[in-house]
Structure formats: structure tokens, C-alpha cells
């Protein structure tokens, strides 16, 4: 039991100070800011170089709003403690929020990376995702696209509503994979 | 005068400090290691139960109380929802979210559902069994979860049970 001092005296009790507080949601770390921000930084990069990406967004807008729109979602993206799933979106176009959680930001096949389908890659000796073959800071910008794409209606719905086999959500990552794999795979490894 | 306000002051916060003192023995201990709060620990003990199609199909009765049911936890990269084969229907499924006193679950169903939900790694998408007690919410207009695609929302305080989906 820890002591309180308390107008001189020690008493074995904490008082004022809530005893059962319960844990605050995790924040996320300074690295993990630098992580958001690469993988919204890559995933403009890859509208820029990647000329079939582009295409397939640009059917939604020009480049330059697009940008701005990307932009904007990049600042009012939500931390969302839930282990359970890597991103989300809710809202569509501006009002859209796209929700980060954990397996986000792994970058190993250990914990949180296991939920986003990292394995190993003996040939390549390196991380990667399972059906993408990208690396984690690949398919973090993939993950962004494959968002910013919902909030812009160009890839079918994935909820189970949509899709209640839950396949869909891997076919988007498809589809983002075969539009945007190009500038994808050219951008850094870490 | 002054010297006795302060005294009688002292006297009264130490009078009082007492049973504060005494709050700690009132709670819980599970095998988690936490304590948990008893106002949590009450509500999940007296979270009612209730069939995952009586929620679906009598949502207004349920709305915003924490009840106790069990259906079947889905997760991909992009969704978590529970359903009941029962009643399997597009708008039957409900979106999870977890409480923050989830962190007082027991760490061994927490261990078993982990597992079960990623029984080989790497694990993009699994499923499992599962009691869970918490607040049920819905239906919503908006709607809640990814794509705004669920009417039903479930904010999970624990996972009481998990076992394999037969």
C-alpha cells in the first residue's frame, strides 16, 4: 500500500488521488507521428510519380484538390486505440475520418504485426505484407490510398454490410496494389 | 483561534479520510492483477442477458444498457463486428468497440480469444466464439463503424468466454 503525506503525516491511504483511475488511451509516440506522416507524405508521392494511380483518382477530381483533400484528411486523421483492425474511414469527401489503429504502425511479424500480415521474407530478407509483398512503410502509404479512395468512392464498399464474406477489403488492397504498385514499390524500404 | 479552525479542520479531513481508506478492500481483485473499479465490476456482474437476435430484432429495449450475449467476432483489416449465424443478415451485423476497462478482463480469456483470433500467424482476418458484456447502442442513422456500415454498436467491457467457432 503506498503512503500519502499529508499535512505533515503519513497516512496509509491515497487520499485525493483516484485509486482505481482507470488507464488513459494510449497517445501516440513521437515515432508514430513520424509514421502518420510518411505514410500520408508517400502516399502523395505516389499520386505524383505513378501516372496510372493518379488516373484512377483523378476520376474523382484534379490532382491539385485532390492533394489539398489528402492533405486535409492526412491532419484530421484519429488515433483509435483498437487492436483489432489496421484503418477505417467514416464520412466521405472532406467530412471523411480516416481512424489509425495499432497494426498500423507495426513493422514486424511480432504483436500488432501478426493483425496486419507481416511475414517474413527469407528471399528478400525482409518484412512484408501478405498479399501485397510490400514492405510495412509500403503498405502503410497502400493502406492510405486504399482509405483516401473510400472517402472518395472510387473502390467498392467493404463493410460486412457490402461484403459479408469480408473479402472485399482485401480486393480493394488489390485494386490499389495493381493502380498504385508501381510507385509503391519505388518508394523507401524504411 | 486561528490554531483551533486549523485543528478542527485537520480533525474533520482526518475523520473523514477513514473510510477513503478503506474503499481499496471494497473491490474486486481478478486474476488479471488489476482491481477493477466496483462501479464497472457491478455493472458487468449485473449486465443482462440477452440473445444477439433479441438485440438485433428489439433494438429500442437495449439501447445504451449493458447486457451480457454471445454471437461471433469477426476482425479484418478494416472491420470488427459480431453476428449470430441465427440471424446472419447484411444489417444484423454489430460494430465493436472496446471499453477501456476491457484492461480488466481476465488475462486468460483475453490470452484464449488473442488465439483464437489469430490462430496462425500472419493473421489478417479471424473469428471467434465469444460471451462479451457491454453497452449496446443503436439503431443509428448514421451509423457507426467503417464506411459508416453498421446500425448497432457494441462498446465491449469484457470477453467473458471465447472458444472456437464449430
Known amino acids: 500500500m503506498s503512503t500519502t503525506r499529508l499535512y505533515g503525516y503519513d497516512c496509509p491511504c491515497q487520499l485525493f488521488i483516484p485509486q482505481n483511475s482507470v488507464k488513459l488511451p494510449p497517445e501516440l509516440t513521437p515515432l508514430q507521428h513520424l509514421m502518420k506522416a510518411h505514410a500520408f507524405g508517400d502516399a502523395d508521392t505516389v499520386l505524383l510519380i505513378d501516372k496510372k494511380c493518379r488516373d484512377s483518382f483523378t476520376k474523382a477530381g484534379k490532382l491539385g484538390d485532390l492533394r489539398n483533400l489528402l492533405r486535409t484528411l492526412g491532419e484530421n486523421a484519429q488515433y483509435d486505440p483498437n487492436a483489432t483492425s489496421i484503418a477505417g474511414t467514416t464520412g466521405k469527401g472532406a467530412a471523411a475520418i480516416i481512424k489509425l489503429r495499432p497494426p498500423f504502425f507495426a513493422n514486424d511479424d511480432t504483436g500488432y504485426g501478426q493483425l496486419a500480415g507481416y511475414s517474413w521474407s527469407p528471399t528478400r530478407n525482409r518484412y512484408e505484407e501478405l498479399y501485397t509483398d510490400l514492405v510495412p512503410r509500403q503498405y502503410r502509404a497502400l493502406t492510405i490510398l486504399h482509405e483516401f479512395a473510400h472517402a472518395l468512392n472510387v473502390i467498392p464498399e467493404d463493410s460486412l454490410r457490402a461484403d459479408p464474406t469480408g473479402q472485399q477489403s482485401q480486393k480493394n488492397d488489390a485494386i490499389i496494389d495493381e493502380k498504385c504498385g508501381k510507385g509503391l514499390n519505388r518508394l523507401p524500404v524504411q | ?166
Open chain 2, 1 to 166: 483561534m486561528r490554531l483551533q479552525f486549523y485543528v478542527t479542520i485537520i480533525g474533520f479531513l482526518l475523520a473523514f479520510s477513514t473510510p477513503a481508506c478503506n474503499t481499496r478492500s471494497s473491490t474486486m481483485p481478478e486474476s488479471s492483477g488489476l482491481e477493477v473499479p466496483p462501479s464497472i465490476a457491478q455493472a458487468v456482474a449485473k449486465a443482462e442477458d440477452v440473445r444477439f437476435c433479441d438485440l438485433i430484432s428489439k433494438p429500442e429495449r437495449y439501447n445504451n444498457k449493458i447486457v451480457r450475449t454471445e454471437a461471433v467476432f469477426y476482425a479484418n483489416h478494416e472491420n470488427s463486428a459480431l453476428y449470430s449465424p441465427e440471424c446472419l443478415d447484411t444489417t444484423n451485423y454489430v460494430w465493436t468497440d472496446f471499453d477501456l476497462s476491457y484492461d480488466y478482463s481476465d488475462e486468460s480469456v483475453m490470452k484464449k480469444f488473442s488465439e483464437l483470433r489469430c490462430p496462425h500467424v500472419p493473421c489478417p482476418s479471424g473469428k471467434a466464439k465469444v460471451t462479451v458484456v457491454g453497452r449496446f447502442e443503436g439503431p443509428s442513422q448514421e451509423g457507426y463503424g467503417h464506411l459508416n456500415g453498421y446500425r448497432f454498436r457494441i462498446v465491449i467491457m469484457r470477453i467473458v468466454a471465447a472458444e472456437k467457432v464449430s
